[in-house]
């Protein structure tokens, strides 16, 4: 079956630190999204990306980064974590013409 | 005030009752979605919608973009149903998964 996998599922950093977070689909989506989860504003998006050497800035992008460089990952760096980012991560992929949403489990980052 | 609010923010049933939870947006949307989150878990997208009604299994999804206002019904609620439940709008024009997220409604069915 088609799924879509976040790893690592949890992790604790240091202030400063640079962290990866990874997004793996294998429902060969074009399109593939990051939000973040906060207690009080709910899920916001971070970047997205409709394919292949394609990102834009979603509501939150400061202090983020992302790339694609194939079809089935977009990892989510933080270049330089701080306290302000400690928050539960999830991606998602879409098909191009459905727009249904698929979500990973999430990856909840705390940042020390 | 929030572009998309969601109402009740907290429901407890009994198990069997019918279920309704409401969301209202206040910008002209091309679709609009309702997911599903279960305590520590991930969130599985139940329906897209864009007019009409929709239907799977014990769940409604209905959308009158004039009023614009959506309702989730479940019927004969189970203690599995517990969960938060989120409404979620695409902006007219807007891009795939640009969306404007509810706060969510948490909803507990007691046996």
């Known amino acids: 079956d088609a799924e879509i996998t976040q790893s690592p599922r949890h992790k604790i950093t240091e202030t400063g630190r640079q962290v990866t977070l990874a997004c793996h689909q294998t429902w060969n989506h074009n399109n593939m999204f990051w939000y973040r989860q906060d207690l009080g504003h709910g899920l916001r998006l971070i970047h997205y990306s409709y394919g292949v050497q394609d990102t834009n800035k979603g509501e939150v992008s400061d202090g983020y980064s992302v790339s694609r460089s194939n079809t089935e990952d977009l990892p989510l760096t933080l270049e330089s974590a701080a306290s302000s980012q400690t928050s539960v991560y999830f991606c998602?992929?879409?098909?191009?013409?459905?727009?249904?949403?698929?979500f990973g489990e999430g990856s909840r980052l705390t940042v020390l | 005030k929030n572009e998309v609010e969601q109402s009740p923010q907290n429901l407890t049933a009994q198990e069997g009752e019918f279920i309704t939870i409401n969301c209202s947006y206040s910008v002209g949307i091309s679709a609009l979605h309702w997911l599903q989150q279960h305590p520590g878990g991930g969130i599985v997208s139940l329906f897209m919608?864009?007019?009409g009604k929709k239907k799977h299994g014990r769940l409604i999804a209905t959308i009158n973009i004039q009023e614009k206002h959506s309702s989730l019904h479940i019927t004969a609620s189970h203690p599995r149903d517990s969960a938060v439940y989120i409404c979620?709008?695409?902006?007219?024009?807007?891009?795939?998964?640009?969306?404007?997220f509810g706060k969510g409604t948490k909803l507990s069915v007691k046996p």
């Open positions: 919608l864009s007019s």
């Open positions: 979620a709008v695409r902006r007219y024009g807007g891009s795939q998964g640009n969306l404007i």
């Open positions: 998602a992929s879409s098909g191009a013409y459905t727009g249904e949403l698929f």
